[in-house]
């Protein structure tokens, strides 16, 4: 079984069709959060990842647009962006975003947003966040978003070795713990422009990398037209 495992889509549905075509053929989708905020296409990314079957979690931007946590937390942009995706989901879009746990397990994985002992706000971005998160997983291996950065933490005897995967980069799973960021779809910020996203086998157990371009610059009119920050307009190409 090929499983898409995408996080960070940021609703931007182009970014989300490009990877879904390139990855294509897979048996399912697991998203790992903030399936909206940023980006100029809220509902339709919902509405696609619902006709794929998606399961998934809330990440804090899911929260912040449909009113669970206070849009205050966030900075200027990500906060005027909250804004505006809360004035524009439909009460469908709603529902399936209130609907999303915080955490939950598929297969031997663990899926949350940030970590798993802070699903909403915490940010696995070192290895000694990272060796708190793997002592806290229930199953061997964990999946995580948030960071926006494709990267691997894998318990190594008393510590923890970090990997930085690249476009097509593989790692085999193994009785090692490990936890997998699959990079964000719709933001990327490793300074790689390009859409990143994660494939597994479950049966060979082998987790796979792909970077997917798309049109930016049809995002990026989008994002315009609706009045979105304009530094987020611009973050998009630079992949930052
Ligand atoms: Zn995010």
Redesign the pocket.
Known sequence: MRVAVL??I?ANLTALEAVLAAVAPIDAVWHL??TV??GPQPNEVVERLTREGAVGVR???DSAATGLIDADWFNEDARVAVEWTARVLTPASRAALLALPERRTEDAFTLV?GSPRDPIWEYIASTAVARAALDDLTTPYGLF????DPRVFRAQGGTVETLGPSDQAELQLDDRRVLLNPG?V??PRDGDPRASALVLDLEARRATWHRVAYDIPAVQARMREVGLPKRLVDRLDRGL
Request: glycine fraction near 28%.
């Open positions: 996080s960070d940021h959060g903030d905020g940023y990440g804090n931007h947003h978003g948030h960071t926006h964000s719709g933001q």
